[in-house]
């Protein structure tokens, strides 16, 4: 040990910079630890919620707005529901939409900015000037039209949000295919008579997949966020299901009686969101997004 | 093909690059041609319109340009400048294949390179598997890098830079091209392994009697290693001559020039 430590001397003493060198990947480890700790929480509790909830989430009781007591660890909303049960079952729909409409998005974006940023020309014009148009909408107007025009249904719900986050995803991947394109090795490729579709899968994509991962991470924490207001609204999915945003709308009006009922969903999301942003800062410190490297 | 027949013809090439604000004419109007097993070295300036001709050999643009060709490429009884892409894509790599400069940028740094060089056997030769694996071993002996079995699952920051050079070349001879274009194979490396890679060329090249057209703007490099140099300047060539020849008596002012600029030792009013 003593041997250790004389060794690794030198090294710190050297300059201040080594030291944040050397420091800073632990510390981006220690939060992408963090960070899929708490996803590997939101994950579990979200997929056992039907064994672990202790009431069904739609059966009512009289005993309605109740505080916090043994029975119902938090409480009981206005028609007498279990508030923890319907925050673990409501978790599923929340997480369930998140998850597959950044997914659909996720293969959009990768599909158009690989094809925009690698193909160039007018094809790049044409599909970055239709993202463009989609992009100038404000989130939550484009969302609240697609959802008012098609009908709020879980399906539909998932298809306007992945069409919400398809520009940005598109763009968070089409931006380093333009210089990776560019590269030695892609050119190398090609003088060996490699396809171009063989180049951008096997030359191009593995190399933006980094910047793309902290993307979708972040994705997922700003589409709970979208999710859960557009529930709240009255877009998301229709009663008596129960879902974060939607629970936060009926409980509004009751928040001064019972403020568990808010309290609880409110938490929920705030868990859920804080997840992914954990997770994206870690992953970018331990990716070594951003920087020159 | 006769044995001894022109592999390559080229017959007043030219080649503008198109960019979005303009268009430069890069080579204006080459002709040369290269026989089999010979080696013809281009000599000149950055910016000659040297790696713009091998490119407009081989059709490739520089990412982000157009390039229009002129002129006739004669390769394998072809014009290689109208022939489909997907032929030509068959072309590049089998039949005529190239080493770039910069052996540090030219390999993909996340896909070890016995797998990069697997590709191309796969691609051109229906070589897959275990069969693929030992060709690409045995490639990686010939062009000289030790223990080839255990570098094999290597990724290329693993190697040096002079090593990686080695691995360029293997995936560039792996599938027995006629004509090897080597683009300043050696001008990133420092000066010692500069003569491993140039005898590794030679020997290849003897071995195997594929064609060599190497560009270099060092006459440093070219003699020992060509019959025949092709200078150029300005989108031309200006003279060609057999090596020994040009180094005794060049007859372009521009090869004068060209020559005087190579150091040497002893020469007359240098003091050491």
Redesign the interface.
Known sequence: MSEAATTNEPAIAGSRSAVARRARPSAGRLLLGLGLAMLAILVLVTLLAPLIAPYDPSATSPNSLEGSSPQHWLGTDAIGRDVLSRILIGGRTTLFVTFTSVAFALVAGLVLGLVSGYV?SWVDEAIMRVLDVVFAFPVFLLAIAVVAALGPTVPNLILTIAIVYTPAMSRVVRAPVLSV???????????????EFRIVI??VL??VVSPIVVATSLTLAQTIFTVTALSFLGLGPPPPDPNWGGMLADARQFMELAPLTVVGPAVAIVFATLTFIVLANGLREVLDVGSDR | MKADGQILRVHDLKASIVSRSQTVEAVKGVTFDIKRGESVGFVGESGCGKSVTARAI?R?AP??TRVDLGGTVQFGGRNLLTVSEAEM??????RI??V?Q?PL???????TVGAQIE??LR??TGLSGHAARERVIELLAQVGIPFPARRVDDYPHQFSGGMRQRV?IA??ISCDPDLLIADEPTTALDVTVQAQILRLLLRLREERGMSLMLITHDFGVVAGMVERVNVMYGGRIVETAGIDEIFRAPAHEYTRALLDAVPRLHRDGVSP
Not at chain 1, 181 to 195: P, Q, T
Not at chain 2, 105 to 111: A, D, E, G, H, Q
């Open positions: 160039g394109k560019k590269w030695d090795h892609v050119e190398a490729a090609r003088s060996v008579g490699m396809s096997r030359h593995p190399m | 081989m490739l990412e982000g894509r068959d072309i590049r790599g089998r294949a190239m770039f910069d940028t030219s390999l993909n740094p996340v896909i590709d191309i691609r051109h360029l995936i560039a």
